[in-house]
């Protein structure tokens, strides 16, 4: 079986993003980027399903600028057999990435696909949904326990009040949540012999695909700043304060 | 021009958020409706119909709706998509999962999680863990949103007299199956909806001491939440997480207690309108947003706090 990993170059998580002085955009120079926390979590759970030999070869794509070859090495390095990227200088949004991914599937014809259930950067949560509608995919998104059988997949999912199982017939999306795995960190040489495998580039004009923009971004903010608060001295006076500045109990 | 809502439900009651969201669709100045796909779920249909601010409610009661799964639930909205401009639902784990597989079936791209409605195409939303709010223009055709329920004070349940209409199921998918579901049984409210939330981090040490917030979440009515990292370590199932990737939460009081402040943490929290923080760590982000903050050890602070309350 094969599975498919679509992964995300984004700000790292620890850097604190600021606007650009004219507010068209955020401040992206010289800050450090790595792959999407909820990508690597895909990764681990597809080299997982190769090393219980369930999976017979796990390819990561990735849909962006060159310098998204780091994070597909990265992905290489966590134990991706190949790579591809869908080269493109544009900013595209999810719905143009997940016709770029369908593409390469049409191609690839995995019979999985998982990939994190959102990027922290744009927080959009949807690419993958998008990906299974135009695939006409069954998904699974959220998801906290795989099991796959022959022709299907029983997913438990992450959702409001609890957790749900679903059984989705293959192939299907997955997308995954925080609790999955905890991924594993790449051995030095894991990273020397993730530079010798194989990274395509395909340049996306060639690929036929519709990625115009439909939305523009009008500015960049910084949010509403909290006024500064007080530091009380005990639990005595700040039961009081609760209770008499704030009046929040009673 | 009129507005579609998706309601969430469990086939019994309304979701709470559904009211957040016909608030955000009245501000769009539009005829408002509401699309309810279920099983058996007449008692919500009719418990909509006196919602403020709708006027006709869909219907669509079969089987297939129970479990409100992503491939049919979407294929019945696309169903009825071309009578609408925009088409809105909460941005719970529901939300999250339907809409945008509603938006590539539709050819459009989605605006997920606004917190502000700019004009009929334009809408705020935050960005990088809500670090950046952008403001976007959407030149699509149908606007599918999700919404921020904590963004938009929720609509008055009663006053409403919505007609109700029903509508045939359209193309029921089988791809997906619905084996089961634990849901969480808690006497207190739920985290989205509590006006007191108090949360424990990673200086809780452990699931058991939990205890210690639980006594205080029951004197005040409160539901109990957590960091990612008190989740990440185990202490506290994952529905516990507020934050950036967990859920948003807007109370009158948040209690943050032992929780560093992380800008992922915050992005859950920070709108709430009073933030206490009690951490040892005097130097604790968490302090830069907190009302009132109290430096002490969370074991001796806990207890005190709920002797006096």
Redesign the interface.
Known sequence: MKILVPIKRVVDYNVKVRPLGDQSDVDLNNVKMAMNPFCEIAVEEAVRLKEAGTATEVVAVTVGKSDSQEQLRTALALGADRAILAETDSLLEPLAIAKVLSKVIEEESPKLVILGKQAIDGDNNQTGQMLAAMLNYSQATFASEVIIDEDSASVTREIDGGLQTIKVSLPAIITTDLRLNEPRYASLPNIMKAKKKELDVKPIEEMGVDINNRMELLSVELPASRQEGIKVESVEDLVSKLKEEAKVIS | MSILVIAEHDNANLKPATLNTVAAAKELNGEVHLLISGNSCQSVADEASGVEGISKILISDNAAYE?H???ST?NLIKSVASNYSHILAAA???G??????????L???????ITEIVSED?FKR???????????????SIKVITVRATAFDPVNSSGGSASIENIDADNI????????????QSDRP?L?AAS?VISGGRGMQSGDNFHLLEAIADK?GAAVGAS?AA??AGFV???Y?VG??G?IVAP??YIAVGISGA??HLAGM?DS????AINKD?DAPI??????????DLFN?LP??SE??
């Open positions: 479990n799964l992503a491939e979407a719970t784990t529901f999250k999962n339907v809409l945008p597989r509603l938006s590539a079936l050819d459009v791209q989605q605006i997920s999680e334009t935050p960005i990088y863990a809500g670090s950046c709010i952008a403001t976007v223009k959407s030149n699509d998918s089988d791809l997906t199956s619905f084996v089961g579901e634990e849901i969480a739920e989205t007191i005040l990612r989740v990440d199932p994952n529905d997480q950036q990737t859920k009158d009081l800008i992922q920070k309108k009073v933030i206490v005097e302090f830069q947003v907190a009302d009132y903050g109290l430096v002490a602070a005190e706090l006096q309350l």
